[in-house]
């Protein structure tokens, strides 16, 4: 199995180049708790057995500044790719993503809420961002949507305005699987099966929800599976935000997916990262 991971972070030691400055004005815990630098994520991804990695810029610690993630993985170009931030709603956004991208951004995320902050969509829907997504579309980059439930038709609404902008669900959502099949608490999620420019991302998260009340690995991922498509979902380690070394988080994920069937996990785990990110091929 070719491994290649879509969520991992890093965090740099030396602040005075890399100063914080993180979004909502309140840093996350883990990035102060468990720091890793790009060093140590490449360390960890070689004992793990992971290839390459799609880098996610850490919002909570540097805000819109992509400057570490990017230089990062300018140093590892063979292994990483970067995924930053910017203000969608700035006036000159088209410009600034196209600076990103000239300096070797792959992709962006926008972080409507999580560890600091309660999730507000409201971005999601503004005209005024709708700039930023043409631009997306012009430079074939994916965006990392970091929502809840609540976010979701927005979600759904980007996807059908903005078709060329294939678009990566951060954590599937966050969808409430713990009722069981056939989860028709997670019908939001479901609802969108339909978009062929959705993607999801499996991260720990869901992993640790499989296993609680009435849900089950073995009924959730097929049925994901059977909606979506192997080929529109991606494994995302979330390391070090989650805790454990990246060797438990991969084998963990593993476990979670041996339901299914070894080309699903193949694309899983690997190829439809590189349909995403080219550049990881």
Known sequence: MNFIDIHPHIISDDEKRYPSAPLFGKRSD????????????IEAMDAAGVAKAAVVHSSTTYGFDNSYVVDGCNQYKDRLVAVGSVDMLADDVPAVI????DKGLAGLRIFTGGSTKD???SELDNPRSFKAWEMLAELRLPMCIQTGPIGLPQVGMLAEKFPGVNIILDHLGRPDVLDGPPYANAAG???LADLPNIYLKLTPRIFGDVKKEKASAETFFP????AFGAQRMAWGSNFPTSTGTLEEILATAEEGVACLGEEDRAWIFGKTAQKLYPALS
């Open 223 to 226: 049925r994901v599976v059977e």
């Open 119 to 121: 999730f507000d969509p």
């Open 98 to 101: 196209k600076g990103w991208a």
């Open 30 to 41: 883990w990035s102060q708790e468990r720091p890793n630098t790009v060093e140590a994520l």
């Open 189 to 191: 999620l479901f609802a």
